[in-house]
């Protein structure tokens, strides 16, 4: 699921458009408004042409950048399906969304995780939403938000960043990562919301008031990622859960440690599991977790199977869950004082919409290519779901994709089902030599498979699952550094790599093979040995390869030339620099070895010194709705006084300078001044270090 965010699908907005509508808050069509629905909006929006604007983001765009709460854009939509990647820049403040019908008022757009982005990678779950709220101060009332990928993992129908955010009358409609509320206060009435898994999450501070929740299949309603500091996450008052025939749902799992849920006086139908909320698999979080209810009926309602460390609160304490007490702040935010646009059309009164994607499957029904756990989050299923027909047949899948060699190649499905055609195909391909430990290949099957063959004891699995360790041993070379794919190849694969944290992957799943950590138990004891002294021999590659300046222990290059072991170039865009996120990797790899030399205590505090070196304050990145671009936006670098460090993802070697570079090669010191295509084909910035020097490192030197 998810990595602290970049923007996205921001608006580069021509500067010609600003200037015309600067003026004035009337667009130029000023003529065509008209009286809709009681009210006067400043735009109107159709479909067939009947409004001011076709499309909803054009309307956006013509709001001018000097609105308050006394004079807000108001857009109306007309009822109809708006398939379009909707963005509310954070300029553009107090822009109000009215639809004419919740239900017949949608907009959808079909973006997934899985989907493969400009340079062939998937563009991951954070560039999945289809209606993005980055500005403050907005509303949404009558409308339907949609992600219509369907079941394929995730894909957000909607995710906000603003503050003092309202959403009345609407439905939220999507499958697994529906809703991300990234940061901020938001409040949501009467409200329908739909999904299966992690279908509510984020970080920010929301209220639901009077809100259905409706699940599709198995999985859990919220994921919350609370700060430890911030003393609200999700609150849901007077709401309700249901779910279809057969399906169960846990009220939330902690996608951090400090994930804070109440349901106060909530309707709970039996779809809602009798223990109700779930520790992800890591015990350790229900020490840290808030999760509470109090007046919670219905037959999911079970006091007594809950777990333990969920609290039930007192009635005091319910009490004192208020809308103005949850969402106030410093600046006493209160959204009722914010009146409603009244609507005839109610979105909780609505004939329950199709699950986005087709019918839902009932819930006893095998996997099928629609399958409810996807590839990038079959890692994190429960101990039980991996002795079930699904990881079984996912499982069949994993050992037919292995090569020859015994590792497996890159950026493939296998969660997805295959046709008989599909298998035969990759049957035949088995002697090709396109394994590699890139993207986390190779070590993901080996994980995968070695945690179906625990929950349930499988020869051919586990058999797969020592092959793989076998090529991971077989791949090093004899200084202890790997390459990217095995066997070599000509190219810059060839060189030591650390990109993506590719080598720390390896040696961190062989250092729990050779510690015969759950759930490698099954590793012998020869298999031990070589695995030790593989992340031995690894270590000390690490220790050659770290980067002194002027003397200075600093961090590490992506790649490491496998003879000498300087850094040296990859792709064109890729030179020889100091790589933030990869020394992040490698830091916390080294911080695990038991009883460190003091070599790899003054590798671990270098390195950390030089991340605190090159930490970037005041800057944050956003995507904007770019035509130009291949992926329809772009990426730019903004200043921001209040936005938290992040990391350049190249530092220049002696200056410290991030750099950018795009397919000719030419290093540039400014994100702008490289193609569209690689400004949003690359991850260039990120916050790869933070709880590495918040968090992390405190504690280790401790």
Request: proline content about 5%.
């Amino acid at each position: 699921m998810r990595t602290a965010s970049a923007r996205l699908l921001c608006c580069v907005l021509i500067a010609c458009s600003w200037l015309s509508v600067q003026a004035s808050h009337r667009p130029a069509q000023d003529a065509r408004r008209t009286t809709v629905a009681g009210f006067e909006p400043n735009a109107v929006v159709a479909a067939d042409g009947s409004g001011q604007y076709k499309t909803v983001q054009d309307a956006i765009n013509a709001a001018p950048q000097n609105t308050r709460a006394s004079n807000r854009w108001v857009i109306f939509i007309k009822a109809g399906t708006y398939r379009e990647l909707v963005y509310v820049q954070r300029e553009k403040r107090f822009v109000t969304l009215i639809g004419e019908d919740p239900a017949r008022t949608i907009l959808t757009y079909d973006l997934s995780a899985s989907r493969p982005g400009s340079d062939g990678l998937p563009i991951g779950t954070f560039r999945t939403p289809s209606t993005y709220i980055d500005a403050d101060d907005f509303i949404a009332e009558n409308l339907t938000f949609e992600n219509s990928a369907g079941p394929v993992g995730q894909a957000l129908a909607l995710r906000v960043d603003g503050d003092r955010v309202i959403f009345r009358n609407c439905r939220f409609l999507g499958w697994q990562d529906t809703i991300l509320l990234n940061r901020g206060r938001h409040y949501f009435e009467d409200s329908l919301i739909t999904g299966h898994v992690d279908f509510i999450f984020g970080a920010a501070t929301a209220f639901f008031e009077r809100c259905s929740i409706h699940v599709w299949r198995d999985g859990y309603v919220t994921a919350a990622s609370t700060p430890a500091e911030q003393p609200y996450g999700f609150v849901f008052v007077h709401s309700s859960i249901s779910g279809e025939p057969g399906a169960h749902t846990y009220l939330g799992r902690p996608w951090r440690d400090f994930a804070q849920v109440a349901f106060i006086t909530t309707l709970m139908s039996d779809v809602v599991r009798p223990v109700g909320w779930h520790n992800w698999d890591k015990p350790e979080r229900e020490k840290t977790t808030r999760y509470s209810e109090f007046g919670s009926t219905g037959a999911g309602a079970s006091r007594t199977d809950r777990v333990s460390w969920a609290r039930q609160l007192t009635a005091a304490e319910a009490a004192a869950l208020t809308v103005s007490q949850v969402l106030g702040g410093a600046d006493s935010w209160d959204p009722r004082r914010t009146l409603a646009q009244p609507s005839t059309s109610k979105a909780l009164a609505a004939p329950m919409p199709r699950a986005p994607g087709g019918d839902v499957a009932p819930a006893t029904q095998p996997s099928s290519a629609a399958t409810a756990v996807s590839w990038d989050q079959i890692l994190r299923q429960s101990p039980a779901w991996y002795g079930g027909a699904d990881a079984q047949r996912i499982a069949e899948t994993v050992l037919l994709y292995q090569r020859a060699a015994g590792g497996w190649p890159k950026n493939l499905n296998m969660a997805a089902a295959l046709s008989p055609a599909d298998r035969a195909k990759v049957a035949d391909e088995r002697a090709l030599n396109d394994a590699t430990i890139d993207n986390a290949s190779t070590t993901t099957q080996i994980r995968f498979l070695a945690l179906v063959d625990r929950a349930r004891a499988d020869e051919r699995v586990r058999a797969a699952a020592l092959k793989g360790i076998d090529y991971l041993l077989g791949a090093q070379y004899a200084n202890g550094g790997w390459p990217q794919y095995f066997p070599l190849r000509d190219d810059y694969s060839r060189r030591i790599t650390f990109n993506d944290d590719a080598m720390i992957n390896v040696m961190t799943l062989l250092r729990e093979s050779s510690r015969g950590q759950t759930p490698f138990e099954f590793v012998d004891p020869p298999r031990r040995e070589r695995a030790a002294q593989a992340v031995a021999r690894g270590t000390n590659a690490i220790l050659k390869t770290q980067i002194r300046v002027n003397g200075v222990l600093t961090g590490w290059c992506q790649q490491h030339d496998e003879g000498t072991f300087l850094p040296v170039k990859a792709r064109a865009y890729e030179h020889p620099s100091l790589a933030s996120k990869e020394t992040a990797g490698i830091a916390r790899f080294l911080m695990g070895i038991e009883r460190p030399s003091p070599e790899i205590v003054s590798a671990i505090d270098g390195a950390v010194g030089w991340l605190r070196a090159a930490q970037l304050s005041g800057v944050r990145t956003e995507r904007r709705t770019d035509a130009s671009g291949s992926s329809g936006y772009d990426v730019v670098a903004v200043q921001d006084p209040n936005a938290p460090p992040i990391w350049a993802r190249f530092y220049e070697i002696g200056t410290n300078r991030p750099m950018f570079s795009g397919r000719d090669g030419i290093i540039k010191f400014s994100l702008s001044e490289i193609e569209i295509e690689r400004r949003t084909g690359y991850s260039w910035y990120g916050d790869y270090a933070a709880k590495l020097l918040t968090d992390e490192y405190p504690k280790w030197k401790k």
